[in-house]
């Protein structure tokens, strides 16, 4: 699997649809927590199902497309950090 090097955390690429738009009030928007949504922004949460479903009405983009961006972000990231020895589960052949 060809994996993007060091994708952009999904909050990073919401911080450019939201634009001049308040946190506040995209919050409000988007029928979530101020908190919820800074959390987002500041690369400290994930785009969940319904926050994806949320962009997707609001801003008229996929739903697919945030968790394909948050999967791809934490697929990069985990494959970051060392992990014990993995043995395959079948033999091969």
Known sequence: M??????????????EYIGDISVTEAAKRLGVTRAALSRILNGNAGISADMALRLEQALGTSAEMWLEMQLKYELWQAAQRPRAQVTPLHAAG
């Open 2 to 15: 060809n994996r993007m090097h060091n994708p952009a955390h999904p909050g990073a690429v919401l911080r």
